[in-house]
């Protein structure tokens, strides 16, 4: 059973940063790729990051809306997934969940689909609030 725990959300000015830590267990890097998704209330929701290896090397997506803002990385050794956000905006205050897909295919399309939304596990969220 995957079980993903989610730190580091709080609130920050506009134009401010915050970094998202995700302490994961129960899986395996090559069998499933990890993101971060974000859900506002009333919204679905939206991928932002997706991070998943083939062979010694990550590769990572993003949405539109946070490319060059954002960055997705993860750390192997400690199980742990993080999200670097910079130059925050108002219209990035949502609730940020850590995900994981199992991989069925190719790490490309595993990060496609999550940053589609699609999702095996989540876990509790934690809230980013940004003020103008």
């Known amino acids: 059973q995957v079980q993903l725990v989610e730190s580091g959300g709080g609130s920050v000015q506009s134009g401010g940063s915050l970094r998202l830590s995700c302490a994961a267990s129960?899986?395996?890097?090559?069998?499933?790729?990890m993101g971060w998704l974000r859900q506002v209330p009333g919204k679905e929701r939206e991928g932002v990051a997706a991070i998943g290896s083939d062979g010694f090397t990550d590769y990572s997506d993003y949405s539109d809306s946070v490319k060059a803002r954002f960055i997705i990385s993860q750390d192997k050794s400690k199980n742990t997934l993080y999200l670097q956000m910079n130059s925050l905006k108002p219209e990035d205050m949502a609730m940020y969940y850590c995900?994981?897909?199992?991989?069925?295919?190719?790490?490309?399309?595993?990060?496609?689909?999550?940053?589609?939304?699609?999702?095996?596990?989540w876990g509790q969220g934690t809230q980013v609030t940004v003020s103008s």
């Open positions: 129960g899986y395996t890097y090559s069998s499933y790729c």
């Open positions: 995900a994981a897909r199992r991989r069925a295919t190719s790490s490309a399309n595993c990060r496609r689909l999550l940053l589609a939304g699609s999702s095996n596990y």
